[in-house]
């Protein structure tokens, strides 16, 4: 029998990311007591209501996406909507875009709120890192998980709890956390995501990550150190099988936590069955907070106490991240390629065809002299905002390559110092919609030319004469325009009075990708005029 010592994953020096998890409001996920609904919301059938609805009564929209339902593109729609965004086509270049992830059927997809799933990732060797916890209780009861002593700022959602019920001081049931409401108080749910009901007191327990790589839980391959005899708790040859998100109308959040260990296995994800409404979603928790209690994710440059995707990459067609299902969403994550590719196409994320990629608050760099930041296989659709991408190519390649018949949105990022920066390969087929977004001191171009961007493109800024779309500023110095451009790394938020100042459009109700914060997560101004340019909102 392995190990059943709690394990904290690495070193307990952490940090976090994205949205918070809006604790007790409507349509959220609730644990049969009142107190995890706010206000006068009671909890029915697992989700925060006003009221028990009637029999057949739908179940609600989608809370589980920063971007708002209208930003997904609905699969087998002719969406229609942004006529003026389609340039010259009249169309959406959202529409039509893949109906279910992985080209299989994930069957009828439920009209119910979809049900959250937590799981944590934390790279470590495997050693226990707080010890066998015996004689010191913890009390669940109503979905929460009661601890007498202030638990590690580490710990956060998506982190297994292994207990013992029967008294034999060997942990044979889990719980997975869903919310931090204090250092003694946590929201807890089964591993499909379900409330717990049981009351329990138990004296053995132990606190470990689920995986100990992303790429393990994509692979649902879980954390080892976990008792064996409740370890496999995302069977893949389970029927349903977990990965069928559409089929079992869930959003599986996978929260990856920082260590003294790398995290440098390429990760491939395929064989998800997706749909815009039950995605996959890789984040880094943010805090002190309802996610974590200390914030994992980077400070808006690349952080090297915050966890980080470092991958090295040797041959060519390799990826640190490499999609091959629709509706991934990557949120607050630090994406490193490194080595020296024999070939251009070594990239931090590839995503293939019929992949709907939302990209989000995140940074990308590399230390390659070929290859891409991100690389848009023919018929994918890539929505990227308040994302950094630099050094990723020196002497080949592109920070944003976007093949043929791929539609993109992208908003509020900053591209530095590669070979190119946004590339578009086939102008009449391809559609790029791209606002406040800096591109700068790339050595070949910095936006493809002005023909391969949308009409409704503006407000962007290039060293170069590249910058497409009205009330954009060309022939701009990055020494003018970041903090510190020519450090290792740099530090791209922007200085006072530059470029970028305040000469952004306003995108708060934008209906491709309305955003709120900037890649900090401080809020972007409600004032049009205040709008800043780029991935970082100055002065907030």
Request: aromatic share 8%; hydrophobic share 30%.
């Amino acid at each position: 029998m392995k190990k059943y010592l709690a394990v904290l994953l690495g070193s307990l020096f952490i940090f976090g990311c994205d949205m918070f998890i809006s604790r007790g409001g409507e349509g959220q996920p609730c644990f049969s007591d009142s107190q995890t609904c706010s206000g006068d919301l009671i909890c029915h059938e697992g989700r925060c209501v006003r009221e028990i609805p009637d029999a057949g009564e739908d179940g609600g929209d989608d809370e589980g996406d920063p971007t708002g339902d209208d930003a997904r593109p609905d699969a087998g729609d002719d969406g229609g909507q942004a006529g003026d965004d389609a340039g010259e086509t009249g169309d959406d270049p959202g529409a039509d875009r893949a109906a279910d992830g992985g080209g299989e059927d994930g069957g009828d997809e439920s009209t119910t709120e979809p049900v959250q799933i937590y799981r944590s990732v934390g790279p470590y060797s495997g050693e226990s890192m707080n010890g066998e916890q015996n004689g010191v209780p913890i009390l669940f009861t109503s979905s929460h998980a009661n601890f007498t002593y202030d638990i590690d700022d580490a710990v956060g959602v998506g982190d297994v709890i292994q207990y013992d019920t029967d008294t034999d001081h060997i942990p044979d049931a889990l719980v997975f956390i869903h919310e931090r409401i204090s250092a003694r108080e946590f929201v807890v749910a089964k591993a499909d995501g379900t409330p717990m009901d049981e009351v329990i007191n138990s004296t053995t327990w132990g606190i470990l990550r689920a995986y100990t790589s992303l790429a393990d839980a994509v692979n649902l391959t879980e954390n080892t150190y976990i008792n064996d005899a409740i370890e496999d708790f995302d069977d893949i040859n389970a029927q349903p099988n977990p990965r069928n998100l559409k089929a079992n109308n869930v959003i599986w959040n996978i929260a990856c936590y920082e260590s003294s260990y790398t995290d440098d296995t390429k990760v491939l994800i395929d064989h998800w069955i997706t749909s815009e409404n039950c995605y996959l979603r890789i984040f880094t928790p943010d805090g002190p907070g309802s996610e974590a209690g200390a914030t994992q994710r980077h400070a808006g440059c690349w952080t090297n106490d915050r966890y980080q995707l470092n991958v090295v990459l040797t041959m060519d067609n390799q990826a640190a991240i490499q999609i091959g299902d629709a509706y991934v969403h990557i949120d607050g994550l630090q994406i490193g390629k490194n080595g020296d590719a024999v070939g251009r196409m070594a990239a931090g994320i590839e995503a293939l065809g019929l992949t709907v990629l939302h990209l989000s608050n995140s940074i990308i760099r590399g230390t390659q002299s070929n290859g891409y930041g991100v690389f848009l296989e023919s018929t994918g659709e890539l929505r990227m905002w308040n994302t950094i991408i630099h050094n990723v190519a020196e002497s080949s390649g592109d920070a944003v390559h976007l093949k043929a018949d791929t539609v993109a949105f992208i908003y509020n990022s900053t591209i530095y110092q590669s070979h190119r920066g946004i590339y578009v390969d086939g102008s009449t087929t391809s559609q790029a919609l791209v606002k406040n977004v800096i591109a700068v001191a790339n050595s070949s171009y910095d936006f493809d030319n002005n023909s391969s961007f949308l009409g409704d493109s503006s407000n962007n800024c290039s060293s170069d004469t590249s910058a497409p779309g009205a009330d954009s500023h060309t022939e701009v110095s990055p020494d003018d325009l970041f903090i510190q451009s020519s450090t290792d790394p740099p530090d791209l938020h922007l200085k006072d009075n530059s470029a970028g100042d305040d000469n952004g459009v306003n995108l708060a109700n934008d209906e491709h990708i309305p955003i709120s914060d900037d890649i900090d997560g401080d809020v972007r101004p409600s004032v049009a005029t205040s709008w800043d340019i780029g991935a970082d909102e100055n002065g907030q």
